[in-house]
């Protein structure tokens, strides 16, 4: 559910709609209008999902900090298998929900320049780097003992989701989550002209690298945390 309500959210608000503001008599300048209002919607449903469900199922809503949290040692991998089945099936019917409220078919893709064609190392790159930063938040607020029990955590990430999709979204999207990208790229595929699948593995490889480079910093950055641990457990049983 709270995987659906984001990528409904996403859908609608990082739909393009482009506003003409008036610089002279004879000119206006175009803006998107979905550069100012995604981050804002889509980082107020992300804090408010995580504390709506955080209690109920850990409220990851992204196969990307599935995989990490699962790297940090936090859940099994039978349960991560299953996180991933459910947000793609959330994520997909959220895009199709967006589709029919604005009738609109809902997209993905990195922006192309006005010339040239997309950059799709540099489109790889950011979400590289901002799942990488969302991840590494997730793990650290809402996954150390040091951490326990503060009331912050949801607000963290959801301002790490604003923050990246406000700095990206004009370079490749700011998915940084391969449910969604699964779920756009699909839709995108039913678009009447340009309609393409072809960026689908920007949104898988880039969201999945950066968790797992933040899934493994966890063992570097809270050392302290992780020694601490094993000194609980009796070695037969690491």
Request: proline content about 4%; hydrophobic content about 50%; glycine content about 10%.
């Amino acid at each position: 559910l709270g995987t659906m309500l984001y990528a409904m959210t996403f859908s609608i608000t990082t739909e393009s709609q482009t506003i003409y503001e008036p610089t002279s008599s004879s000119k206006a300048l175009a803006i998107n209008e979905s550069y100012f209002i995604a981050p804002i919607a889509v980082g107020f449903i992300v804090i408010a999902m995580i504390y709506a469900f955080g209690h109920i199922s850990g409220a990851h809503f992204n196969p990307a900090i599935t995989v990490a949290v699962w790297i940090r040692g936090f859940i099994t991998p039978i349960d991560a298998f299953i996180f991933v089945i459910v947000q793609t099936l959330g994520a997909i019917c959220g895009a199709m929900l967006g589709w029919i409220i604005t009738n609109e078919v809902p997209f993905l893709e990195p922006t192309k320049p006005i010339n040239g064609d997309v950059k799709e190392g540099r489109c790889l790159v950011a979400e590289i780097v901002y799942s990488f930063a969302i991840c590494l938040v997730v793990i650290n607020v809402a996954t150390t003992e040091s951490q326990r029990g503060n009331f912050f955590y949801g607000v963290s990430i959801g301002m790490t989701v604003a923050a990246g999709l406000a700095s990206v979204q004009k370079i490749s999207g700011g998915c940084f989550n391969p449910a969604l990208g699964t779920a756009l790229s699909i839709t995108q595929a039913f678009r009447e002209h340009g309609g393409t699948m072809k960026y689908i593995w920007i949104y898988l490889l880039g969201p999945m690298i950066g968790a797992i480079l933040a899934g493994f910093s966890f063992y570097i950055i809270n050392s302290k945390e992780v020694e601490a641990s094993k000194n609980l457990i009796p070695n037969d049983q690491y």
